[in-house]
Nanobody, 124 residues
Framework: VQLQASGGGLVQAGGSLRLSCAAS????????MGWFRQAPGKEREFVAR????????DYADPVKGRFTISADNDKNTVFLQMNSLKPEDTAVYYC??????????????????WGQGTQVTVSS
């Protein structure tokens, strides 16, 4: 499984970005997917997850109501729409997939394949 994340950048507080994660080697119809982020000096933390075939979405409390995870199964791509961005959202964002038949939870240890990360910087 290979994951290619993109869409990061520099944005002012209150702005929006949409991250993409293109998957190859596994159809999203049969796998959960997650987004995590890691700020400098901090541990990687859960942001959002989407169950196989887009059945259920789950979010970390700091991003609820501002971020939306979705998938385009035809393009085998997962998106993270980020609105009302805050400086504390600044981090490298990673997409991740668990190995086959394993569920993706809210811990980074639940996932086995990771994208290369995309930097999101929110200025105040």
């Amino acid at each position: 499984v290979q994951l290619q994340a993109s869409g990061g950048g520099l944005v002012q507080a209150g702005g929006s970005l949409r991250l993409s994660c293109a998957a190859s080697g596994r159809t999203l119809r049969v796998t959960d997917m997650g987004w995590f982020r890691q700020a400098p000096g901090k541990e990687r933390e859960f942001v959002a997850r989407l169950t196989a075939n887009g059945g259920f979405a789950d979010y970390a409390d700091p991003v609820k109501g501002r971020f939306t995870i979705s998938a385009d199964n035809d393009k085998n791509t997962v998106f993270l729409q980020m609105n009302s961005l805050k400086p504390e959202d600044t981090a490298v964002y990673y997409c991740a997939v668990p190995r086959l038949f394993r569920r993706g939870g809210v811990q980074s240890s639940d996932y086995d394949y990771w994208g290369q990360g995309t930097q999101v910087t929110v200025s105040s």
